[in-house]
């Protein structure tokens, strides 16, 4: 017989130096603070505090309760029909399992952030001053419209464990404590901890990176704090904002398969390179040399965003917010497809052969039915909460039908039915359809496939998000200024606009953890 373990039921939170936030004291200081206007930052993140689902797993806690404090959109579901930031969805720049094991950095957490659709700066503690600090604590507690996150050594505190994270509620000015909203609350509860000291634990070197610890200051609107910035002369910050739009409409760059490393050194390093050859001489060529050495499972790092719901969920109706959601993602495909790139991609699909096989079997996934059972199969993962699970989802059938949504306009809406084991569900796929009559330089429409994503503009849209310095190397004076016309997102409309610029910024992410630098380098990526 196996003698049970006895477990851990919170630890006693050592007073002094720290406060516990429902003792006598803690109240006190709670209404003082909030006679005093320094609680305001409070409501917001106590509407969204969560205890962290795993013990290594406070950073990830800390970050998905402020992006629901800031109301950004994560585009995809959580659970049901729900989207909501939620820790299992913070894997872009570290697999869970690592994290679950060792836990995040400080710049890895900036990555995360960054992955997530937010604007954000980084700051360490010694790039900074105490008075800094406080200016910026005294900034959040005074608005609701920011918020801080701290990560600092806990020994510092006279408590057990090492380096944590943890969101920021509010502040005293009299006695100069920050109440930390502690989100390992099966352990410590929130509680109030000097100023000065809370500085001293950020002050302690990771030793994982060899980096000292920081804050992030975050606020809800970046032109605001960009005016604080210039009155409090600080440049060195982890700045986290509320972006003004949904990040990744309809295009995102994937971490989920490991040939992602492959695929963004072979974009941001070999690319660049490979312009350097005598042999461009016009825009094919050009062309010709990305495409024809893409790395396998390149069709893997940059997908299309759809939108996934349970059939039940639906039926035949749409919602408001799903009927706006799919035009904004028809306008991104609209922009796209009117590009003057997109029409030298698609001339350059059509005749393609067998030596760009990697993109030329990207550019043929335009079977929809089978597009469309793959989505099926992610979504139902994704609403069952079992997102990149190792249990098999199969699709069973697909019916492509057209609903009509707004007048004589017609939806088009994949069903299907997914299979896992014994049970089965119903999954509805949104598909955002493009312009029928485009002109596709001479050759078939059924080449060209316009009504809805597929490789063509996939591809314009990964080539629009490449640096400007990619295509440096052009020794053609007359094909680099061309090349440079029709890469630039100066002239882009707005929305396809920030749809590049957040796959560019991905991409300089992505490029970043390959390389191990997100610690070393917390400025915010090139746009």
Not at 52 to 63: I, R, V
Not at 386 to 403: A, D, I, M, N
Not at 487 to 513: A, D, F, I, M
């Amino acid at each position: 017989m196996k003698m049970a373990m006895a477990g851990l039921y919170k630890r006693v939170l050592p007073s002094p130096p720290a406060v516990d936030f429902a003792s006598s004291d803690g109240k006190q200081l709670f209404i003082e603070a909030i006679q005093n206007g320094t609680m305001e930052g409070f409501y917001r993140l106590i509407s969204y505090f969560q205890t962290q689902s795993e013990p290594a797993y406070c950073g990830l806690a800390s970050l998905s309760m402020v992006l629901n404090a800031l109301a950004i959109d994560p585009g995809r579901k959580w659970k049901g029909p729900w989207r909501w930031f939620d820790e299992s969805m913070l894997d872009c720049c570290e697999p869970l399992e690592k994290v679950k094991e060792k836990g995040i950095s400080f710049g890895k957490l900036v990555c995360l952030a960054h992955c997530a659709g937010a604007k954000v700066e980084a700051f360490r503690s010694n790039q900074s001053t105490l008075d800094d600090f406080r200016n910026f604590v005294v900034r959040c507690s005074t608005s609701d419209d920011c918020h801080m996150i701290s990560s600092y050594h806990r020994a510092t505190f006279k408590q057990t464990g090492t380096g944590h994270f943890s969101p920021i509620g509010g502040y005293h000015a009299g006695r100069d404590m920050a109440l930390i909203l502690d989100v390992a609350r099966f352990k410590y509860p929130p509680h109030w901890v000097p100023v000065t000291l809370l500085w001293e634990a950020m002050g302690n070197v990771d030793e994982a990176t060899g980096q000292c610890r920081g804050y992030a200051f975050i606020p809800a609107c970046l032109i605001s704090c960009s005016m604080l910035y210039k009155q409090n002369g600080l440049n060195r910050f982890m700045l986290i904002s509320r972006p003004h739009r949904d990040p990744g409409l309809l295009y995102t760059l994937s971490c989920k398969h490991e040939s992602w490393v492959r695929v963004a050194k072979y974009l941001m390093d070999d690319v660049p390179n490979l312009m350097k050859s005598e042999d461009l001489k016009d825009v094919h060529k050009v062309l010709s040399a990305v495409f024809s050495s893409l790395p396998s499972n390149f069709g893997e790092f940059i997908k299309w965003i759809a939108e996934v719901r349970r059939r039940e969920d639906g039926g035949q109706n749409l919602s408001q917010e799903e009927k706006g959601r799919l035009a904004l993602k028809e306008e991104v495909l609209k922009q796209v497809q009117e590009t003057g790139l997109f029409k030298h991609v698609a001339s350059f699909l059509s005749s393609v052969n067998s030596c760009c096989r990697n993109v030329l079997a990207l550019s043929h996934e335009n079977n929809l039915p089978d597009i469309a059972a793959g989505v099926c199969c992610q979504g139902a993962e994704l609403l069952a909460g079992k997102f990149g699970s190792p249990e098999s989802y199969c699709c069973r059938e697909t019916c492509v039908t057209t609903l009509k949504a707004n007048g004589d306009k017609r939806i088009t809406l994949v069903s299907g039915t997914v299979v896992n084991g014994s049970s089965e569900q119903g999954v509805d796929v949104l598909v955002p359809s493009g312009p029928k009559n485009l002109n596709c330089c001479g050759f078939s429409a059924t080449c060209c496939i316009g009504i809805y994503p597929a490789g063509n503009d996939v591809l314009t849209a990964l080539l629009l998000a490449l640096p400007p310095e990619t295509w440096s190397g052009i020794k053609d004076e007359k094909l680099l200024y061309e090349i440079n016309s029709l890469v630039s997102t100066k002239n882009l409309p707005t929305l396809l606009q920030e749809e590049v610029l957040h796959l560019r910024r991905q991409l300089h992410l992505l490029k970043k953890c390959q390389e191990n630098k997100v610690d070393e380098d917390l400025g915010a990526p090139l746009c």
